[in-house]
């Protein structure tokens, strides 16, 4: 089956840089997203790593490391606005065959303090 | 990238009753996915939609409670059966194959 680990909580204050960690363990592993997520409101994708490396979209990048099964989001120069969920996602084979399927993380909540 | 509508935005139910979720894509899409998040919360993937043929279901969710239907390419439906407060959750829609999924707003469901 798949697992995925990340910490439960992150705090940071604003300007401040912040890494989520996230390991995995699943078969047929095709890459690593991250999404974000406020109160209320629906999942949003940032970011998807499939190969070895960091990826850079603005103030967040994102890293993989397919042989130790890892990966980070890594978020600079910190606002408030950022406070929110944020999850890890691989996508994989999953138990609904050819299908590739998402299978989420527990998430992080980052709260950012002024 | 894909716009997508859900109704409805929220619903407080009896329980054993049922509720059916819509949700409608901006363009034509191969697969739906139906996911459940419970507040604070992971996403769980309910089962995968493709038209004109039957739902894939993952461990844990049956056809019995959780019917879906998937008439074209644009547009698909989540029932919950005889429902519970254990149902009592958001339920997402969601679109996407490849690198980015994207997800409608959220049906949020109370059971009383």
């Known amino acids: 089956g798949q697992s995925l680990e990340q910490p439960s909580e992150v705090t940071a204050v604003e300007g401040a840089i912040v890494q989520i960690n996230c390991t995995y363990q699943t078969s047929g592993f095709y890459g690593l997203s991250w999404y974000q997520q406020h109160d209320g409101g629906a999942p949003t994708f940032l970011s998807y790593?499939?190969?070895?490396g960091l990826e850079e979209t603005g103030r967040f990048s994102s890293f993989l490391s397919r042989s130790d099964s890892y990966g980070y989001l890594l978020l600079q120069e910190l606002q408030m606005k950022d406070s929110a969920s944020y999850f890890c996602a691989v996508r994989d084979q999953g138990s609904s065959g050819s299908a590739r399927q998402l299978t989420f993380g527990s998430g992080t909540q980052l709260t950012v303090l002024p | 990238s894909a716009v997508i509508s859900q109704k409805p935005s929220r619903d407080i139910c009896q329980r054993g009753t049922s509720l059916t979720i819509q949700c409608q894509v901006d363009?034509?899409?191969?697969?739906m996915f139906w996911y459940r998040q419970q507040p604070g919360q992971s996403l769980t993937l309910i089962a995968t939609?493709?038209?004109?043929?039957?739902?894939?279901?993952e461990s844990g969710f049956v056809i019995d409670k959780f019917p879906i239907s998937r008439p074209n390419l644009t547009f698909s439906t989540l029932t919950v059966s005889n429902m519970s407060p254990e149902d009592s959750s958001i339920y997402l829609c969601?679109?996407?194959?490849?690198?980015?999924?994207?997800f409608g707003p959220g049906t949020r469901l109370t059971v009383l």
């Open positions: 939609a493709n038209q004109g043929s039957e739902a894939t279901y």
């Open positions: 969601s679109v996407g194959e490849e690198n980015e999924q994207f």
């Open positions: 363009s034509q899409v191969t697969m």
């Open positions: 790593n499939a190969l070895d």
